[in-house]
T-cell receptor
């Protein structure tokens, strides 16, 4: 889920395990979703996206699942590696007046234990 | 690969100074965006632009202005910097459609004393 306040939700996993990061979005009319990864001191990096006419999309070691019924998005990372340690956040396109507008979640901090 | 660059990684300015943050993208993207990122508040949209010389206010435009004289360049201006503008500033760009990915630059960490 998404955080409130200053403390991000944290997920700790063992190296080699699979990770699942969740995101609840707000607008049932949102038609496009993106997952970003942000390492400390860097800008957000695109991981994977999904359009609302899909419920699953796979990339390299990552899978995004979209459940429009409950407005829920998840990012699955297979066989996590130390380089996967970062803050992950989702973004939904709420499309104001036909123009692009992304609304970002607060993020989840993923920590990989050796 | 899309490349979005920002002119400075770190900046220290004094209250009242005029501050320019520059962003350049090399992928001929129509859309460009400026965000600020603060702990607990996430990314908040300051201004965006859909075309050269066009600009639209985002969610928190107060105290900021922007300029887009060329397609590849989008500048954020703090007319008179204040301490509450200390933040991480992120620039992004995307193609002109609605369902297009925004690609981010590395960010500028601004400290206003």
């Amino acid at each position: 889920g998404e955080s409130v306040g200053l403390h991000l939700p944290t997920l700790s996993v063992q190296e080699g395990d699979n990770s699942i990061i969740n995101c609840a979005y707000s607008n049932s009319a949102s038609d496009y979703f993106i997952w970003y990864k942000q390492e400390s001191g860097k800008g957000p990096q695109f991981i994977i996206d999904i359009r609302s006419n899909m419920d699953k999309r796979q990339g390299q070691r990552v899978t995004v699942l979209l459940n429009k019924t409950v407005k829920h998005l998840s990012l699955q990372i297979a066989a996590t590696q130390p380089g996967d340690s970062a803050v992950y956040f989702c973004a939904e396109n709420i499309g104001v007046q036909g123009a692009q507008k992304l609304v970002f979640g607060q993020g989840t901090r993923l920590t990989i234990n050796p | 690969d899309v490349k979005v660059t920002q002119s400075s990684r770190y900046l220290v300015k004094r209250t009242g100074e005029k501050v320019f943050l520059e962003c350049v993208q090399d992928m001929d993207h129509e859309n460009m965006f400026w965000y600020r990122q603060d702990p607990g508040l996430g990314l908040r949209l300051i201004y965006f632009s859909y075309d050269v010389k066009m600009k639209e206010k985002g969610d928190i435009p107060e105290g900021y202005s922007v300029s887009r004289e060329k397609k590849e360049r989008f500048s954020l201006i703090l007319e008179s910097a204040s301490t509450n503008q200390t933040s991480m500033y992120l620039c992004a760009s995307s193609l002109g459609g609605v369902q297009e990915t925004q690609y981010f630059g590395p960010g500028t960490r601004l400290l206003v004393l």
